[in-house]
């Protein structure tokens, strides 16, 4: 693979460095239910009611899997080409803390249900000529999500809301594969594209529904790997681009000031740009894994296998190759395919007819900048799939012009109304007689007679102004071509 | 009139549907004996208002002429490991005090759902970690049963299902549940010379059963006899969504499929529990059992269980490593006792609480358990206990190609005075030496009582069979309590 840009470089006093970034990316898995008990997931719920037995770990209480998060899981897996282990395993990690109940988290730590996998990358999703990258995925697993404790609610006391407590995540390890903020960004923000594709969690990083753990080393290029430290819970791809920087650049300045890394776990203050130590390996918790008792191993048939796979949607990279095979930029392809939503709401379109390329101009350029525009989403649009290739479809019989077209755009964001609609009532349809059109011509050029001159005398960018004038004159009606080709006439 | 606390769940069954009897009168009968025998320290709750609902239930379904239901005027005890709805449940330990479960445990509530009342919760080695009930918060149990050397040392009723075998033995309930995890159910009743079983494991349910090893966990129901065993246990089983580890198989029919004729069948006699220091007598009626058995009818062969010596080992390996994972949930964060002293941060709370509200044996336990988990020291004894627990149910396996079932001794020895082996926890752990196999591969086991020894006091033996097969376990066992012919009771000092 080309490798367009220069290589990411911290120049530090005693020259280049290198950064090497891992993540671990944690991910909610999309279901009604908690991983080992039927309790709600829903976000926002008030404290403490979405809280089974078997999340409040009351005495005698036992988990039972959610087909639907194993079901997930193993989706995800196939859509980044990873092996899928038909036998894994659940792990106890053994903690106390106040926001988990059973004292341990139930995990995958010996037998992941998910295996080595991949996602391409590209380091700007909208060049198609940037430089792009294969990052390697260790693992995927499942494990239950903790509680949350509330400091701030009395002052000597804590409150602790288990909602949270018990619901499937799915942890996806890459492997210590991208070497600048950019990768580690562009591969966050592959990621949740993907998982937002196949539908295995929302992505909803200010929800906490996706959040990161960055692991960060630097070495003199070349080197073997440096220490590495972890930063905990980082919830934006913005955030995450900052840590590789700031820690990388940190850690530089403490071995070229004759310190040494420490293997630890750090967090990160986006207020201040920085991330600090949170606790050292020294204190690191002894989390004694051991095979959950309460659980036997998951074993997959070949259907249940096959029925995952028959359910992948079409992924973003085929997405895009379609949209490139249909003579689609690429750089219009990977817009269009960047979100599922996006993505989903352009296939509807070319569905109800619309042509390809036109589709993906009008809606790189005008749909999305009309949602830029009025701060709305794709989601939100007020235009559907099916008025918008009405409108497409008038512009390809003809019926209306670019701008005519972009006029009725204007009033079908407005009104809500169809597009043949506000060409009938308003009479914004194009006209190509050939008649109305010579006799306006005649009159502009009957009024611009100098110009007329000096197009004549060689200045031939004129030709801009008659047109102009002409279709000023048609109220923008008329067929630009017929314009073209009669003006040609009227001035030879 | 016969004492109706003689009867036992077969009996009590057939007479309130002949209506020999009424249910209530059984529930009454029950409840005085109960409240007669405090000093025994059997029970940690009385709930004689659900024995008596449970009763009259049972009488007005008879009176209205509807067919009864399996346990219909049947009292039984429960131990206290079990979660029963509103009715305060401890495991035997003061780090549960005052928790009182909003919710039935699927035992529990199969009991109940088969008319079965419950005169209330036994008492049982604390978290059902101990062999002789001195572990118990709550005081020990003491054994209705007393040496016949004139002295009146206070025995062990076994444990951990202490209350559970006393009870019985007393003639305090006619059967009551209990669990075994590595022979808690079969140890005690040895000890008083009742029987018990322990079926496959994952044929009874664990939800809402306070847990201390949960690959070995298993609920059983003790009885006086084989038959009320089988309806019991017929009561406890069967498939539960809530339990992963559930077995997923229709109910046999055990009662009916009782039979004490052994003909066609092959008994192996494992050599290597033939263990050193084992006292002339248990090695006695070892050999009368085995001549019961051949009397009726089966085969007797000598088989080999070569891992036998590492099962205890492995044992107090695993049992106390998935006990020290499954007792971090009592932190005094949601339910039950809760120490925070003045000042106190979240790291001092678990502390004060757990020291305060666990006892010896169970920390004696978490600190086994958490070390042998420990970085470090995992693969050295959690792994190696692990590869154990292989070899040994493999050995059963290869047994199993040549016999149907073992026959052994359920105890190295009669019931031990209380206080006799509290300061040495090996020798506590010894006592689980022939009951542990079975457990480690998960095998259906029983304890029938067998004689006494010079001492008076009883013997048990056990039988343990192929996964699945209590029934066969069962029909030896039935075979064996039909020879021996056991009606030795202890005499009421209470």
């Known amino acids: ?492 | 009139m016969t004492d109706l606390t003689d009867l036992g769940v077969a009996a009590i069954r057939d007479g309130v549907r002949e209506g020999a009897f009424s249910a209530r009168e059984v529930a009454n009968a029950f409840i005085a004996k109960v409240q007669s025998a405090k000093v025994l320290n059997a029970f940690l709750v009385e709930t004689p208002d659900h024995a008596i609902a449970a009763a009259d239930a049972a009488d007005a379904a008879k009176a209205a002429g509807e067919t009864l239901k399996p346990l219909a005027g049947v009292p039984i005890g429960m131990k206290d490991l079990f979660c029963t709805k509103d009715v305060p449940a401890t495991a035997a330990s003061l780090i549960l005090e005052g928790f009182s479960p909003t919710y039935e445990s699927t035992v529990s509530g199969k009991l109940f759902a088969a008319g079965a009342g419950m005169l209330g919760k036994l008492n049982m080695d604390q978290f059902a970690m101990g062999s002789s009930n001195e572990t118990s918060a709550f005081g020990n149990v003491i054994s209705p049963w007393r040496r016949n050397d004139g002295g009146n040392a206070a025995l062990a009723p076994g444990g951990s299902s202490g209350g559970s075998s006393a009870a019985i033995s007393a003639r305090l309930c006619p059967a009551a549940t209990g669990t075994d995890t590595g022979g808690s159910i079969r140890q005690p009743a040895a000890f008083t010379g009742i029987s018990g079983i322990k079926p496959t494991y994952g044929r009874c349910s664990r939800w809402g059963v306070v847990a201390f090893s949960s690959s070995l966990d298993q609920a059983g129901p003790m009885a006086r006899d084989v038959r009320d065993c089988a309806i019991m246990l017929e009561a406890m089983t069967g498939f539960d969504p809530k339990d992963a580890t559930s077995l997923d198989l229709p109910v046999p029919q055990w009662e009916a499929g009782l039979s004490a004729d052994l003909k066609g069948k092959t008994i192996g006699i494992p050599k290597q529990y033939r263990v050193d220091n084992m006292p002339p007598e248990i090695e006695a009626l070892w050999q009368q059992g085995i001549q019961w058995a051949r009397d009726a009818g089966a085969e007797i062969i000598e088989v080999s269980l070569p891992h036998t010596k590492y099962a205890l080992p492995a044992y107090y390996i695993i049992a106390p490593a998935e006990a020290s994972s499954n007792l971090a949930r009592y932190d005094g964060v949601r339910y039950g006792l809760r120490d925070l002293p003045e000042g106190a941060n979240l790291q001092d709370m678990y502390a004060a609480t757990r020291a305060a509200g666990f006892g010896s044996e169970v920390k004696r336990r978490i600190m086994i358990g958490t070390y042998v988990l420990s970085a470090g020291f995992y693969d050295a004894y959690f792994t190696q206990a692990s590869k154990v627990r292989t070899l040994i149910a493999r050995d059963f396996e290869q047994a199993f190609e040549k016999c149907d079932l073992l026959l052994t001794p359920t105890a190295p020895s009669a019931a031990f005075a209380l206080g006799e082996k509290q300061a040495d926890p090996i020798a506590m752990y010894l006592n689980d030496v022939f009951t542990v196999p079975a457990s480690l591969a998960g095998l259906p086991a029983m304890s029938v009582p067998g004689g006494l020894d010079a001492q008076g006091l009883p013997l048990g033996l056990q039988i343990i069979g192929r996964p699945l097969d209590e029934q066969g376990v069962l029909n030896a066992g039935l075979a064996i309590e039909q020879r021996a012919g056991f009606v030795a009771r202890p005499e009421a000092w209470w």
């Open chain 1, 1 to 492: 693979m080309a490798d367009a840009t220069a290589p990411y470089r911290i120049t530090g006093e005693t020259g280049e460095w290198e950064v090497v970034v891992g993540l671990e990316v944690h991910a909610q898995v999309t279901s009604n239910a908690k991983l080992f008990s039927g309790a709600a997931t829903a976000f926002g719920a008030e404290p403490n009611t979405q809280v089974s037995l078997v999340d409040a770990a009351m005495p005698g209480m036992l988990p039972v899997p959610n087909r639907e998060c194993i079901r997930q899981a193993v989706r995800t897996g196939m859509a980044i080409d990873a092996q899928i282990n038909k036998w894994s395993r659940f792990d106890r990690k053994n903690y106390f803390y106040a926001d988990l109940p059973q004292g341990y988290q139930i995990s995958q730590l010996y037998h992941p249900i998910v295996g080595e996998g991949a996602i391409d990358i590209s380091l700007d999703e909208k060049n198609p000529d940037a430089s792009g990258k294969r990052i390697g995925v260790e693992r995927i697993h499942v494990e239950q999500d903790a509680g949350k404790l509330m400091h701030d609610q009395h002052p000597t006391r804590s409150y602790v809301d288990l909602n949270r407590s018990g619901v499937a995540l799915m942890e996806i390890v890459s492997k210590p594969d991208m070497r600048s903020p950019q990768e580690a960004g562009a591969y966050l923000a592959k990621l949740r594209s993907i998982l937002r594709y196949v539908g295995s969690c929302d992505g909803n990083m200010d929800q906490g529904s996706m959040r990161a753990d960055v692991n960060v080393s630097v070495r003199k290029p070349g080197d073997e790997f440096g220490t590495r430290t972890e930063t905990k819970n980082v919830n934006s791809v913005r955030f995450v681009m900052q840590v590789v920087e700031q820690e990388a650049k940190r850690q530089v300045a403490v071995i070229e000031a004759g310190g040494r890394i420490v293997q630890e776990t750090r967090l990160y203050d986006p207020d201040r740009g920085e991330t600090r130590s949170m606790r050292s390996k020294e204190d690191a918790h002894d989390y004694r894994y051991f095979p959950d008792p309460d659980l036997l191993p998951l074993e997959l048939d070949d259907a249940f296998l096959e029925e995952c796979r028959a359910s992948l949607p079409e992924l973003p990279d085929a997405k895009r190759a379609r949209y490139e095979a249909a003579g689609i930029t690429p750089y219009q392809a990977a817009v269009l395919t960047a979100d599922v939503d996006s993505a989903l709401w352009f296939d509807t379109l070319l569905e109800a007819g619309a042509k390809p390329v036109a589709a993906a101009n009008w809606t790189t350029s005008e749909l999305f900048g009309a949602l830029n525009r009025t701060g709305k989403d794709i989601a939100t649009s007020p235009v559907s799939p099916g008025q918008a290739a009405e409108l497409l479809g008038l512009v390809a019989d003809g019926t209306l012009s670019g701008s005519l077209a972009k006029q009725v755009f204007e009033i079908m964001l407005e009104t809500g109304d169809g597009a043949a609609k506000i060409v009938d009532e308003r009479g914004l349809k194009q006209t190509s007689d050939t008649g109305a059109i010579e006799g306006v011509i005649a009159g502009i050029l009957a009024a611009n007679a100098d110009k007329v001159e000096q197009y004549k005398g060689g200045k031939e960018a004129l030709f801009g102004f008659f047109v102009g004038q002409t279709m000023k004159a048609m109220q923008g009606k008329a067929n630009p071509q017929v314009v073209n080709e009669l003006l040609k006439k009227a001035l030879a």
